[in-house]
């Protein structure tokens, strides 16, 4: 799995997967079978409330967590299919994850946080260029106790891009910063997108998000409700909310 997919069939593929939590009064289905692929550079967005599944789905897309049945297929190779050195390696080296939480490293600048999604990856982008792309320029050498919540996410999103990794993986990015921000934070994910090409996967329960995607997967009590590819996209500097 080294190499940009450019094979037949979908990029991504969610096949029957299930998941549940607990045993016997107290389990708790949490999927209930999903089914949907996603291709390759697409900008999904997969939207529901609390409950719905959609952090779960999330981890199970990225091998963190497994399903109980169904399968996630990525590039034609299957997860399930992969031991846990394997799927370590897949996270690793093909995975960006942007979260709610910055997760900085406090002791290293702004550079040096980025530097370290570099070292995971054999193709890593340019960090001096990802800077310029980030509007980080003037702040790498600073440490993330002297940077705001935007700007801490801007640090976040550079080391999960440097990596080049063919899934950016976004759980309520802009969950944690206030509305300008926030739409701050979506144009650089919305740039980077078009810029590298990366297949952006974001978890949100904001509405106004779908807008901007390509691609939006609406689930409600664990299962798609509504699977729709948005013909009218806008730009996330024109989103309201």
Known sequence: MNERYSGQGPFLEISGLKKSFGSGEAKQDVLRGMDFTVNKGEFCVLLGPSGSGKSTLLNIIGGIDTPDAGYVSIRGDKLAGMNEKALTLYRRKHLGYVFQMYNL??????????????????????????LHTLGLEDHKYKYPNQLSGGQQQRVSIGRAVVKNPDILMCDEPTGALDYKTSKEIL????????????????????????????HVIRLRDGIVRHNDINTEKVSASELEW
């Open 105 to 130: 490293i406090p002791n290293l600048n702004v550079k040096e946080n980025i530097e370290v999604g570099a070292y995971l990856s054999d193709n890593p982008l340019d960090v001096n260029d990802l």
């Open 187 to 214: 144009g650089l994910i919305e740039d980077c997108n078009k810029k590298y090409g990366n297949t952006v996967i974001m978890v949100t329960h904001n509405e106004a998000i779908r807008h901007m995607a390509d």
